[in-house]
């Protein structure tokens, strides 16, 4: 009798362990590939338009060959993806342009009923190392047709991000360059920023880890305004500044958001390689996030995974947010 008791305890343990593993199996869906580009994305940007997640991302080419340009992407869960069109063409800019290649964390934001597109461009037959310059499109729909309307950079820099302000309409602009993030606001043309930049942080300011600063992006909550930023750090960690006016005065987070150092990055290809020793991807672990709501209301975390030693792509968490900030935890095996 014990030994059957002892039986069915035994295998109701099994049973409630099984169960609990091909749940997490199951939630587990970090890096997300499908519907994306075979040989990876990176610096995606999500927004959501018409009850729909819509991405926008920096497409790793294949072997050999020139991005294709800025391609929209379209999910009902963010977890598969199918491509809408190709927003930018690359063939269809001219070849002596200043905005031709690179493509450079592209970003739609929804602006005062218009779709803007914002990405960092260069010409790799001038200069294939020179920092990006900001380039601008504006359209009625989502997926386009876009229309250029800076016939000089906005600025000279990387990461460069947008964000209105709820109160009064104002428009800012965000962005890295040698390290440090500056803001501005930005004309009411958005072909140009007003004034002189402000620098908002430098490296070392608020933290003594915060040696290279990269990627803000920008939300309000609660009254508060959020600028999140990753950091390099023998891998990457993110956190964030907070200020009640968006160019600041700002203060730090009490924490990090997460840390993933190099060591974590994986080491398996999934692209199609002559030879795989010749693969050589940027020495990134996680550097581009953003918090936002999903349609469910919830609080995500959109970011990619690691590309150290193999290909970077889609990824997002949950985050979590009250009046203390945010908090998130990072699933990527």
């Known amino acids: 009798m014990k030994t059957r008791i002892s039986n069915r305890i035994f295998f109701r343990i099994i049973f409630v362990i099984t169960i609990l593993f091909i749940s997490g199996f199951a939630d587990a869906h970090n890096p997300i590939k499908t519907g994306l580009p ?42 598969k993806w199918k491509s809408v069109r190709l927003i930018v ?8 342009s200043w905005y031709r290649d690179a493509f450079d964390s ?10 803007v597109l914002c990405f960092g461009g260069r010409n790799n037959d001038v200069n294939p190392y020179s920092t990006t310059e900001t380039v601008i499109a504006v359209s009625n729909r989502i997926d386009g047709e876009y229309t250029f309307i800076t016939d000089k950079p906005v600025i000279k820099g990387n990461r460069f991000t947008l964000w209105q ?6 428009i800012y602009a965000y962005w890295e360059k040698d390290g440090s993030i500056y803001g501005a606001m930005m004309s009411d043309s958005l072909t140009e920023i007003k004034g002189s930049p402000t620098v908002i942080a430098v490296p070392r300011e608020y933290r003594k880890d915060d040696r290279f600063l990269d990627s803000p992006s920008v939300l309000k909550y609660n009254g508060k305004i959020y600028l999140f930023y990753t950091v390099f750090k023998g891998g990457y960690y993110a956190t964030y500044l907070t200020s009640n006016t968006p160019l600041g005065s700002w203060k730090a987070a009490d924490d990090i958001l997460f840390y993933r150092s190099e060591d974590q990055a994986p080491t398996q290809l999934h692209g199609k390689y002559s030879d795989s020793i010749l693969f050589c991807p940027p020495c990134e672990i996680i550097g581009n996030i953003q918090i936002m709501q999903g349609l469910d209301d919830k609080w995500y975390i959109v970011y990619h995974s690691e590309d150290k030693y193999a290909e970077p792509f889609f990824c997002f968490d949950e985050a979590e947010a009250d009046d203390n900030g945010f908090r998130c935890k990072i699933t990527l095996p």
């Open 89 to 96: 063409d690359r063939n269809s800019i001219p070849e002596d």
């Open 165 to 170: 302000d709820d109160e009064n309409g104002s």
């Open 106 to 115: 592209p970003e739609i934001h929804k602006i005062n009923g218009k779709y």
């Open 38 to 79: 075979e040989y990876g994305i990176r610096d995606c940007h999500v927004i959501i338009d018409d009850g729909k997640y819509y991405m926008t991302g920096r497409e790793i080419a294949p072997p050999g060959e020139e991005k294709r340009g800025i391609t929209l992407y379209e999910s009902s869960d963010m977890k």
